[in-house]
């Protein structure tokens, strides 16, 4: 079980990831916009972030950096869920310093898989 952030603005999406994944075993923390995320990333210290691209306020990409630059934070890794696949918009996610890039839709099996394998470190 592993404390995990959302950071995602839309809300049916960002309750359906909460559920898969407290329904997994974890715990959750859900934020609406990236600067809500970049500061309970450093309140909570979670196990991993799931950062959407496209948020208020701050992007993904620039969440993911921020965290990334703390001594504190920057250990924590952190997934995208973007609907956006072209390959530009990938490499920018894994430059920020993503583990992963989550292709939505995708279905909770697959949420929950690639979880584990960051999560293992695999």
């Given at each position: 079980?592993?404390?995990?952030?959302?950071?995602?603005?839309?809300?049916?999406?960002?309750?359906?990831?909460?559920?898969?994944?407290?329904?997994?075993?974890?715990?959750?923390?859900?934020?609406?916009?990236?600067?809500?995320?970049?500061?309970?990333?450093?309140?909570?210290?979670?196990?991993?972030?799931?950062?959407?691209?496209?948020?208020?306020?701050m992007?993904?990409?620039?969440?993911?950096?921020?965290?990334?630059?703390?001594?504190?934070?920057?250990?924590?890794?952190v997934?995208?869920?973007?609907?956006?696949?072209?390959?530009?918009?990938?490499?920018?996610?894994?430059?920020?310093?993503?583990?992963?890039?989550?292709?939505?839709?995708?279905?909770?099996?697959?949420?929950?898989?690639?979880?584990?394998?960051?999560?293992?470190?695999?």
């Open positions: 079980m592993a404390r995990i952030l959302i950071a995602e603005d839309e809300r049916d999406i960002r309750d359906l990831i909460a559920f898969t994944l407290q329904f997994a075993g974890h715990e959750v923390i859900t934020t609406s916009n990236g600067e809500e995320a970049l500061q309970a990333v450093r309140t909570h210290k979670p196990q991993l972030v799931l950062l959407d691209v496209r948020m208020p306020r992007t993904g990409y620039e969440v993911c950096k921020e965290i990334k630059a703390d001594p504190l934070t920057k250990a924590i890794p997934i995208f869920l973007s609907a956006k696949g072209q390959e530009s918009e990938i490499r920018s996610g894994l430059e920020a310093g993503a583990e992963q890039y989550l292709l939505k839709p995708f279905s909770p099996d697959q949420l929950i898989e690639q979880v584990n394998k960051v999560l293992s470190g695999r």
